[in-house]
């Protein structure tokens, strides 16, 4: 396999099982760490926009990551910037983060500072939305905020979507973004409804990673999509949701110190199936094999 497909591999039983990611040719919304971001090659953490330090976001630069939005930085709200955390319900919740003042009305871009292509993008998702007196039991941060997001390249429009609030996303989600393609800038921002003024959006961002390759992320596959007809004896494998545009096909060999994998067919004549649903993998020459390894590659 080359080097942009990512191998992810558990043992059933006396078979090993491994997969390799697919691809798609729009911009995929995900949810996880590792969901959009194989391998990241660049990151910002925001720890110097701690509530002490003033930073003009519309210039904010971290490494080759450009962040920006109109307006100063969280800190510059004297009064509330002690009590802020939108990412109250994370684990080890972070007192340094991108965020507004006051809100405003514009996009966070994200992107490179020299517009690389981006291939996929992962940041820890919270809002600067109260639900209730910050100096009580409520912390800021609230569940009813939805984010909208758009992606571009070349100045032209790729994909745009909305998550939440229905059903409700909640703070701290890792928010990913994957295309094959590629984009050159990722914009979002958060809102709520009924906010006051009505397009007042106020998203924070942490642990932001980007991908400069096309490496497809792990897709999700359980143990249980994997089975051999009690039967027969025959292996075979399911493979939900795959991308239209990607063609899948399942591999083996019965020794890992060997460099040469085998396909299984049909179909003819090296096992590629175009992807866009399901598809089923059946090895009807392994019947009651006693060890064998297998694979799913993607292109």
């Known amino acids: 396999m080359s080097n942009s497909n990512l191998i992810r591999s558990i043992i059933l039983g006396a078979t090993c099982l491994a997969f390799c990611l697919p691809a798609r040719a729009a911009t995929l919304q995900t949810f996880g760490p590792g969901s959009a971001v194989a391998a990241a090659d660049a990151s910002a953490t925001f720890d110097s926009l701690t509530a002490n330090h003033v930073v003009h976001l519309d210039t904010y630069v971290e490494g080759v990551l450009r962040v920006t939005t109109s307006g100063d930085s969280w800190a510059a709200d004297l009064n509330l910037s002690a009590q802020l955390d939108p990412f109250h319900l994370a684990s080890a919740p972070d007192r340094a983060f991108h965020a507004t003042a006051w809100g405003n009305e514009d996009w966070v871009t994200i992107q490179t500072t020299n517009r690389a292509h981006l291939y996929g993008v992962e940041f820890m998702y919270g809002n600067c939305w109260t639900t209730g007196d910050i100096y009580g039991q409520y912390p800021w941060g609230n569940d009813l905020g939805f984010v909208e997001w758009q992606t571009w390249k070349n100045d032209v429009l790729v994909s745009f979507g909305q998550i939440g609030p229905n059903p409700v996303l909640p703070l701290a989600t890792v928010l990913g973004f994957y295309d094959p393609a590629g984009f050159d800038q990722l914009l979002v921002r958060c809102r709520i409804d009924n906010s006051s003024p009505p397009n007042l959006q106020v ?21 249980r999509d994997f089975g051999v007809n009690l039967a027969t004896g025959t292996p075979s494998l399911t493979v939900y949701d795959t991308i239209a545009g990607c063609q899948y096909r399942m591999v083996y060999q019965d020794d890992l110190a060997s460099p040469t994998w085998h396909a299984v067919t049909p179909p003819l004549p090296d096992g590629w199936q175009s992807g866009g649903g399901t598809l089923t993998f059946t090895h009807l020459g392994a019947a009651r094999q006693p060890h064998r390894f297998y694979r799913v590659e993607a292109r």
């Open 203 to 223: 998203i924070a961002l942490d642990n932001l990673s980007v991908m400069l390759a096309n490496r497809p992320p792990a897709p999700v596959i359980w143990g």
